[in-house]
């Protein structure tokens, strides 16, 4: 199953929400999305710096990913990135193909 790393950082009206309902309840909604496409939530951390929260999920598809992007997104209370995570094997055998490149210029 395809792995994500998510990070989210929150709006000025999600970081309220998060004051009001507590970090245990926004982990436990995330993990309750997650599981509802069919998925896992992994691991999940509030950090400080660019985002406020980093997760790692398994999900069935890369539209569910996105999905789960839009619809946080679209809610307003965090600005939401799905990044796929890749493992050394996929970069084994991605690196054995050949493609027919030819650089700009050259």
């Known amino acids: 199953m395809p792995k994500y790393l998510v990070t989210a950082s929150y ?3 999600g970081a309220r929400g998060l004051l009001k309902e507590g970090g245990s309840a926004r982990r436990a909604l995330i993990k309750k999305l997650v599981e509802g496409l069919g998925g896992k939530l992994e691991a ?3 950090a400080h710096g660019d985002s406020d929260v980093y997760a790692i999920t398994d999900l069935p598809h890369a539209t569910d990913g996105l999905a789960l992007s839009l619809t946080i ?3 307003g209370g965090a600005r939401l990135t799905t990044i796929p995570l890749i493992e050394p094997e996929e ?3 991605a690196s054995k193909k050949t493609i027919a490149y030819k650089a700009p210029g050259a």
Do not use: C, H, L, M
């Open 73 to 75: 997104n679209a809610g």
């Open 11 to 13: 709006s000025v009206e």
């Open 91 to 93: 970069i084994d055998a």
């Open 44 to 46: 999940f951390y509030f």
